[in-house]
Each structure stands twice: as structure tokens, then as C-alpha cells.
């Protein structure tokens, strides 16, 4: 599948399922929501406290699944990773990143002063995908 139209398939979708491997080599699945920027990246918001962090730490590929509504359709966009520092202050650049993440998925928030708070006690990180890969099926096959 060619890497540009997967892109657009995915830019069109907030939700996916994030793919990172275990230290064991197994895969470790997460629901998450994400945004894409212009120039292709895949931002995901996530916690340094949770499976994905340290895996990404680790080994930096993941792999996001992404369906259409009907379920039917589908790609797979594997991708290096690259993680931000955890958020430490609330002014700090990881935060500033966060908060344009939020704009990106859903506007305005009603209390930037309590989400850059939050952003710092949940110890909260972006991981940046840069794809490099895609596969899937974005149209059933013809009955014959």
C-alpha cells in the first residue's frame, strides 16, 4: 500500500490501536486517540506510568491500526517512534506539545490551568510516529 494514501486514510480518523512490543518480544495493544500534521507525524498523548512508555523506551517501532466506521477497511501504519520528555513543569515544551495536541483533537479546553497541571501529575509524554511502512485493505474484494 502506498505510504501517502495510508497516511490520508489515517488523518481522517481520530481512534486507532497501538501496537509496541514487550521486552519478551510479544505484542502489547492500547486503544488510543491521535492526530496527524501536515507533513505526515502521528502524535499519540500517553503516560509514562503505562505499558506503552517503557516498551517504546525500549525497542522505538510501533504499529497503529486503524479502522474505517464499518470495520471493513483497515490500515496498518508501522512507524519509528520517538518520545518526548515527560512533562515536569507546567510551562515546559512537553506540555506546550500536549496542548496542541488537545487543539488538534478537540479544541478548546475550558481550563488550560488545570490540564497543564494534570499533563505534569500524570506524568504525561507524547509519542511522535514517523510511518514507514503500510498495509491493508481499503476496499473489499469483488466476489467472482
Partial sequence: MDLNTAIDFVRARRQGVLTT????????????????????????????????????LRQPWAALHV???????YVVVEADAELAPVAKALDDPTVEE?????RHIAGEHRD??????????????????????????LRLPSAT
Avoid: C, H
Fill in 21 to 56: 512490543l514487550r521486552r519478551d518480544g510479544r505484542p502489547q495493544l492500547s486503544n488510543i486517540i491521535y492526530a496527524v500534521d501536515e507533513a505526515g507525524l502521528i502524535r499519540i498523548s500517553i503516560t509514562a506510568e503505562r505499558a506503552k512508555y517503557p516498551n517504546l
Fill in 67 to 73: 479502522t474505517q466506521d464499518d470495520f471493513w477497511a
Fill in 98 to 102: 500536549l496542548i496542541a495536541l488537545y
Fill in 112 to 137: 488550560w490551568d488545570a490540564y497543564r497541571a494534570a499533563m505534569v501529575t500524570e506524568q504525561r509524554t507524547i509519542v511522535r510516529l514517523t510511518p514507514t511502512r503500510a498495509y491493508g485493505m
